[in-house]
């Protein structure tokens, strides 16, 4: 399935990168997450655990999500795949793009998911009505904490590095 859209952040686009690289921000912002830090291993990488649910089904993903081709803080790739129990896959790939906007950031997005398991045998446009549900629900608390918190917080701790 297709994602795509596009939301107007109030913040520059240095906190709106810096928000969406703190992992303590994801658990806080992403529906149904669990838990959300960087790798061990890797510390681009975030490995994440979340429950989903899309009509009566609820399923427990884990997995990772790698920022590839980053330019701090204008764009990034992300690909992501999870697993849950047997036969419960999800994976796909987002280009964000951060654009300054007036008092804010315009962020856009572009990408494709894949469902599978009993998840990815509901009517495609289920499975897709509800990944732009949590997606508005992700925006709506993030602006939200844009509102609430100094606009500038996280701009100070922008890592300019590329990842990936």
Do not use: Y
């Not at 303590?24 to 061990?40: D, H, I, K, T, Y």
């Not at 897709?128 to 993030?142: M, T, V």
């Amino acid at each position: 399935m297709e994602l795509k859209g596009s939301r107007h952040l109030p913040a520059p686009p240095e906190a709106v990168w810096n928000a969406l690289s703190d992992p303590a921000v994801l658990q806080e912002m992403l529906p149904g997450c669990r838990s959300a830090r960087r790798s061990p291993a890797d510390g681009n990488e975030f490995q994440v655990e979340m429950d989903v649910a899309v009509g009566a089904f609820t399923a427990t993903f884990t997995g990772q999500i790698r920022p590839t081709d980053a330019e701090p803080p204008r764009r990034a790739k992300l690909t992501g795949e999870g697993r849950g129990r047997p036969g419960r896959s999800a994976s796909g790939w987002v280009d964000v793009t951060l654009t300054p906007d007036g008092t804010g950031t315009r962020l856009a997005w572009i990408g494709e998911a894949t469902v599978g398991g009993k998840l990815g045998t509901i009517a495609g446009d289920v499975v897709a009505h509800r990944a732009r549900e949590l997606s508005d629900q992700f925006f709506a608390a993030l602006s939200a904490r844009f509102r609430r918190d100094d606009r500038t917080k996280f701009v100070d701790r922008i890592d300019h590095a590329p990842a990936g």
